[in-house]
T-cell receptor
Framework: GENVEQHPSTLSVQEGDSAVIKCTYS??????FPWYKQELGKGPQLIID?????GEKKDQRIAVTLNKTAKHFSLHITETQPEDSAVYFC???????????????FGKGTHLIIQP | DAGVIQSPRHEVTEMGQEVTLRCKLI?????LFWYRQTMMRGLELLIY????????DSGMPEDRFSAKMPNASFSTLKIQPSEPRDSAVYFC?????????FGSGTRLTVV
């Protein structure tokens, strides 16, 4: 099955600076890579995703890059704000069969702290 | 749309009791996933369904866990008998494509 490694586990940045979170995956057949943000007491919320046919995707202050050859993908947050403080998870399809949407294998999460 | 709705939000039960967690999918979504989140193991996929059919239950910890999808919009996850190590937050998520939408979770405490 898929194995997803995520680092760092904790990241503290000054407000206004950029934050980068990195993930690696093991299954070269994986073709979809979402990022989720989880705030305290809530479920994970999808913030951006990328499919394997593109190398980069951007949505305002958030961007994701994908290197299929190296099997890693990264989340970039620019001009960080206090509301960006949360736990961020990367994920990849678990390699489950059956068609339709696939179950996800998640990284262990990164606790992002934005220092005022 | 109210999103994915889970109930109850919190459940405290005694070891050995039966626990049933409930999930209502987003209308039109045809995939349903149950995840468990703990500090030690993070987010783990337990089981998922496509079009009401269980596709992969290899993540279900033991026979004490069972999941059903009696119709296209509703699912249950049952633990019988419950044990203290089952304490965790259980999420369900639904999807119509690749992106999954999560519910707010059920925090289960087994004492």
């Amino acid at each position: 099955g898929e194995n997803v490694e995520q680092h760092p586990s904790t990241l503290s940045v000054q407000e206004g600076d950029s934050a980068v979170i990195k993930c690696t995956y093991s299954d070269s057949a994986s073709n979809y890579f979402p990022w989720y943000k989880q705030e305290l007491g809530k479920g994970p919320q999808l913030i951006i995703d990328i499919r394997s046919n593109v190398g980069e995707k951007k949505d305002q202050r958030i961007a994701v890059t994908l290197n299929k050859t190296a099997k890693h993908f990264s989340l970039h947050i620019t001009e960080t704000q206090p509301e960006d403080s949360a736990v961020y998870f990367c994920a990849a399809p678990g390699g489950y069969s059956g068609g339709g949407a696939d179950g996800l294998t998640f990284g262990k999460g990164t606790h992002l702290i934005i220092q005022p | 749309d109210a999103g994915v709705i889970q109930s109850p939000r919190h459940e405290v039960t005694e070891m050995g009791q039966e626990v049933t967690l409930r999930c209502k999918l987003i209308s039109g979504h045809n995939s349903l996933f149950w995840y468990r989140q703990t500090m030690m193991r993070g987010l783990e996929l337990l089981i998922y369904f496509n079009n009401n059919v269980p596709i992969d239950d290899s993540g279900m910890p033991e026979d004490r866990f069972s999941a059903k999808m009696p119709n296209a919009s509703f699912s249950t996850l049952k633990i019988q008998p419950s044990e203290p190590r089952d304490s965790a937050v259980y999420f369900c998520a639904s999807s119509s494509s690749r992106a999954s939408v999560f519910g707010s979770g059920t925090r289960l405490t087994v004492v």
